[in-house]
């Protein structure tokens, strides 16, 4: 299993390092740059912008660019954000943070309630509660994120309950450090719930849906045949083999979760790496964009990474047979 | 008192318009010790049959509209879902057609034969069924149990596993088809049950591993004493295993009657044509001799007798009625009345 | 009984070809069954969106912004259409009570273009009179009806869809049908290529590609641009499953037999291993055509997709995002109520297609 799972680990380094090279050459291609909207302010002289362009690397062909680029990303340098005019490492990571945050507690409440559901719902086949749980994921997977955060904005204003976007209050760092924590928290749970809610259908139906798979195996029959009881045939035989492939949606999931926090994190101003992405995207600031691309696909690399752990943990032909 | 006695079995799939009779008034009766093979083709409703006596299939859609399974004297079609339990393992034990999908792959063979010790068999009582603990003094039973892994080592040993040790820690696909099955039959030995019911156990083996297992049941049933029910479609097997043989052609019972004459003198038209139709490897070469037509679908029997359209004896009144099986000779029952 | 018998009752029936029992499933299945009739009704408004909208998209009422809903009544026997008016200055509309007059149908109005190509001037309904508006979802913040403007953004948006998966799935299919098909180091460059495309969460990768696009393009030029953004997306994950079914369908006996014949490859990917894929391909399809219809949204929604005046669901929701407005003017959220029912008609068909075709149930 080690073996295996060091090989997937070497193999995230060459697909990190494609996805970064292909989004710089995106972002090359593209018309003008952050000095283009400068150069039409007349108070800023040519030479200005001419040596600010060679300090950026900005006047090299865009593979120089690269190069440089890569060197200092590699020494944790993310180089510096013209339009924040910060330098883009510290900026990058506490966006990177809250998109985590975000994405953690979203996938938490959506897997928290989609097992369970999809479990009942195969255990109860055709009956009320079934019939109901497979409605409410057709609505679910139905509603675009869109207006479902539009929808939790109004709701927000309309009722008072939840801030109206944002991460923390404007003073929040001359609260407590409890406090903080509450406030922080209190700003995290309507744009979770939006994410989650938009997240939690697909993966009650895969359950629902291995459960009935697995319910209908041989050696299901074969344990019953055995005398062992309903309910541990259910949750012990079935669903420990029903469990293995959603693992392998996990991926398909996280990469969803992922671009659907993109999403809420523009409409709900929750400050993640895609509000930033957005920004840098008007600002022109293409480095930004290409960093957040990179960590955004960093995100989802080691995230299908850990879930490939666990498969390879729980599944002990895949353990053992590579 | 017989083991088990089925009397005129009806079940169907689905209900109302759209039931489909799949067991049609089937009887048979085990005798304690006894093996009996039910033969038949694919479809001939035997698996079901065999299934049922321990209510092993899903209702729905199945649906039991006429008979009675009478196992130790005892309706299974009436128990309740512990008693059920009770039964399946310790009385009545299945060992299934495709031992690699019988066993759970995600975990170790030694515990999952440990679990069936644990439920059937918990320590410092021989068994956990108060019906039969007083048959610790029948031949074969077993003491209590004082440690789970010496059983299990002793069970895989019982049914020929070499090293069985290393092999409790072995997962399923870890193993061979001809190994999972032999744990399977572990498995259902670990219970000690009084009928064994096998539903083709070595079909999807090879042909000198089918040799084998055959050999293991033949041997564990002199040993313990059990009745097995094997059901197969292949004659060949009838001839080793079996004390008598029931035939089954879409739903019903045509033909039951000891092994041996069956063989040797078949009475119904479809146990002929049978019995005929595997080829022999002496003697000149000569056709194949097939069964003409198909075997009818599930919902879709013709009228009258349902092997008429492909039987060669068949004669208009065929289409008429059902015939009844009738003991036409001792201990041989057929359904055709112009079995001479 | 050694001759050969004759079959008297053959019991055997005359199968089904695959496609009649496909679509003897598929009707069963009531819920896909109006998945697809909403769907046809969707297309069919927006093929004919011109002429069922009352106004152009562009057309302002400047005496009515944030017009709330709008409808018709019966007065006796006929349809009459009342008129509002505000308080000064205020978007708060009432009704003038017996200023009406009658709704008509088939009457001149706005210019258009029927299915993009014959002008014409016949509208549906209407009044013929500027004075007495008929704004069945109200207007927006420029006082365009919003009815009209989710009648032409439909024929953008349900468009984009179906047109996106045309091409990324062709594309789609056949790239997986070369790599799986001729494997070694072409089947690892182009599995490669896939992974990476595929290893970018969706929006992030749609975000850098609009970047290469320059800001100010015509609308057709914005519209071929969301269309090719989206199918580069969609490609790659096509491709790989394609490309997996492949590897199995080519060591099937009819590839064989069909090389034996003298087949060149190209035509036993497109004639033989491609048409076994097909059951697996348009339950995808129709199941991801939400997905290119909601990139539309999202890249409308954001700015940098269809751009005013041009209606599409996703730009007519940039309005929505101000809370005050849609507090006090829900009817804007009307093109999210569309989407969601056009969603949901795609994964009931989509959903129902899938149970037809899995013959394992």
């Known amino acids: 299993m080690w073996s295996y799972l060091f090989k997937r680990l070497l193999h995230m380094i060459p697909l990190l390092l494609g996805v970064s090279l292909l989004t710089f050459l995106l972002m090359a291609l593209a018309p003008g740059d952050y000095f283009t909207a400068l150069s039409q302010n007349p108070q800023i002289s040519s030479e200005t912008i001419a040596h600010l ?54 996938m938490i409440i959506a897997w928290g309630i989609a097992l369970p559901l999809g479990i009942w719902a195969a255990v109860k086949k055709d009956s009320w509660i079934d019939r109901g749980c497979s409605l409410a994921a057709f609505l679910g997977l139905s509603v675009p994120d869109v207006l479902l955060s539009l929808l939790a904005l109004w709701f927000a204003a309309a009722t008072g309950w939840f801030p109206v976007g944002g991460a923390q209050s404007p003073l929040n760092d001359l ?35 291995n459960l009935l798979d697995t319910l209908r195996a041989e050696y299901v029959t074969a344990a019953r045949a055995r005398g062992l009881g309903e309910g541990w045939v259910i949750y012990k035989h079935a669903l420990r083999n029903a469990i293995n492939p959603l693992l392998t949606i996990f991926g398909y999931s996280l990469a969803a979760l992922l671009s659907g926090a993109f999403i809420v994190e523009n409409i709900m101003a929750w400050p993640g790496l895609g509000r930033l992405t957005m920004e840098a995207f008007f600002a022109k600031d293409s480095y930004l964009v290409v960093d957040c691309v990179v960590m955004a696909t960093g995100l989802l690399v080691v995230g299908n990474f850990i879930a490939d752990l666990l498969l390879a943990w729980s599944d002990p032909r895949i353990r053992l047979n590579k | 008192m017989n083991l088990l006695e089925i009397k005129n079995l009806k079940m169907d799939f689905g209900t109302g318009a759209d039931a489909l009779r799949a067991v049609d008034g089937v009887s048979l009766t085990i005798g304690a010790g006894e093996t009996v093979c039910l033969v038949g083709e694919s479809g001939c409703g035997k698996s079901v049959t065999a299934l049922s006596i321990a209510q092993l299939v899903p209702m729905p859609p199945a649906n039991y509209v006429g008979g009675e399974i009478l196992l130790n004297g005892r309706d299974t079609l009436k128990m309740s879902n512990s008693e059920l339990r009770g039964i399946r393992g310790g009385v ?71 090293a069985p040790e290393s092999r409790i820690r072995n997962y399923p696909f870890e193993m061979s088809g001809g190994m999972q099955q032999r744990v399977m039959i572990a498995m259902a030995l670990a219970s000690e049950p009084k009928l064994l019911v096998a539903d083709e156990p070595t079909t999807a083996l090879d042909v000198t591993i089918q040799a084998q297992i055959l050999e293991l049941l033949h041997d564990l049933k002199q040993r313990l004493g059990m009745a097995i029910l094997l059901i197969t479609h292949n004659l060949g097997i009838v001839g080793d295993m079996a004390d008598r043989v029931a035939v089954m052609y879409a739903g019903q019972i045509v033909e039951l009657s000891p092994a041996k004459e069956l063989l040797r003198r078949p009475l119904h038209p479809y146990t002929k044509a049978l019995i005929n139709s595997v080829p022999k490897l002496a003697g000149g070469a000569s056709r194949l001799s097939a069964i003409p037509g198909n075997v009818p679908r599930i919902g879709n029997f013709p009228p009258g007798c349902r092997f008429a359209p492909r039987c060669p004896i068949a004669r208009p009144e065929c289409s008429n009625a059902i015939p009844e099986l009738v003991e036409v000779e001792a201990g041989r029952w057929v359904r055709c009345p112009f079995w001479k | 009984m050694n001759e050969a018998t004759p079959i008297q009752n053959p019991t055997a029936e005359q199968p089904l070809s ?129 009815l009209s403007r989710l009648l032409y ?139 290119y219809i909601l990139g539309e949204v999202v890249l409308s929604f954001l700015g940098v997709g269809i751009q005013e005046p041009n209606a599409s669901w996703g730009n007519m929701l940039t309005a929505a995002q101000n809370t005050e407005y849609l507090r006090n003017y829900p009817w804007l959220l009307a093109p999210g109520a569309a989407i969601f029912v056009t969603v949901l008609a795609f994964n009931f068909l989509g959903d129902g297609l899938r149970d037809a075709a899995d013959t394992k149930s």
């Open chain 1, 53 to 106: 362009k060679a300090r950026f690397h900005l006047d090299q062909p865009w593979y120089v660019q690269y190069f440089y680029w890569l060197k200092s990303v590699l020494s944790g340098d993310f180089g510096y954000s013209m339009a924040y005019k910060i330098p883009a490492t510290s900026l990058i990571v506490g966006r990177l943070w809250n998109t985590f945050l975000l994405s953690f507690f979203a």
């Open chain 1, 175 to 209: 609260m407590s450090p409890a406090q903080q924590f509450w406030d922080r928290a209190h700003h995290l749970i309507l744009p979770a719930l939006v994410l989650a809610a938009a997240d939690w259908a697909g993966i009650m139906r895969q359950m629902r849906s």
């Open chain 2, 92 to 162: 009545v034990s299945y060992v299934f057609q495709e031992p690699g999908a019988s066993l759970n792959p995600v975990f170790r063979i030694g515990n999952q034969i440990k679990e069936s010790l644990k439920l059937h068999r918990p320590l410092g009582a021989p068994f956990s069924d108060p019906a039969r603990s007083g048959d610790a003094n029948e031949p074969g039973r077993r003491p209590a149990l004082q440690n789970y892994n010496n059983e299990i080592i002793r069970l895989l040993k019982l049914v020929g596993i070499p």
């Open chain 3, 18 to 146: 695959p496609w009649q029992l496909f679509w003897r499933r598929l009707k069963r299945r009531r819920i896909a069954m109006a998945g697809g009739m909403i769907l046809i009704g969707l297309y069919l408004v927006a093929l004919f969106a011109g002429f069922i909208a009352p106004y152009h998209f562009e057309r302002q009422d400047r005496d009515r912004f944030f017009h709330p809903l709008l409808w018709p009544k019966l007065s006796g026997f006929h349809l009459v259409v009342p008129r509002y008016e505000a308080g000064d200055g205020s978007f708060v509309y009432h009704p003038v009570a017996g200023d009406t007059k009658p709704l008509r149908f088939f009457l001149r109005g706005d210019k258009y273009k029927l299915l993009g190509l014959v002008p014409a001037t016949v509208h549906l309904f209407g009044t013929g009179d500027e004075n007495y508006p008929v704004y069945l979802l109200g207007t927006d913040q420029f006082g365009r009806d919003v």
């Open chain 3, 153 to 291: 953004g439909s024929q953008i948006s349900l468009s984009i869809g179906i047109i996106g998966i045309l091409l990324s799935f062709t594309f789609g299919m056949m790239i997986g049908g070369i790599s799986g098909y001729f494997g070694g180091r072409t089947d690892t460059v182009i599995m490669r290529l896939c992974e990476l495309i595929m290893s970018i969460p969706a929006l992030y990768l749609i975000i850098s590609l609009r970047a290469t696009f320059p800001p100010g393009m015509s609308s057709a030029q914005v519209y071929a641009m969301i269309v090719i953004i989206l199918s580069f997306i969609g490609w790659a994950s096509m491709a790989r499953v394609i490309r997996g079914m492949t590897l199995s369908l080519r060591e099937q006996q009819f590839v064989l037999a069909a090389r034996a014949l003298g087949q060149t490859h190209l035509k036993v990917i497109m004639r033989h291993i491609l048409p076994n894929t097909f059951s697996y391909v348009i339950v995808a399809a129709t199941l991801s055509v939400p997905y």
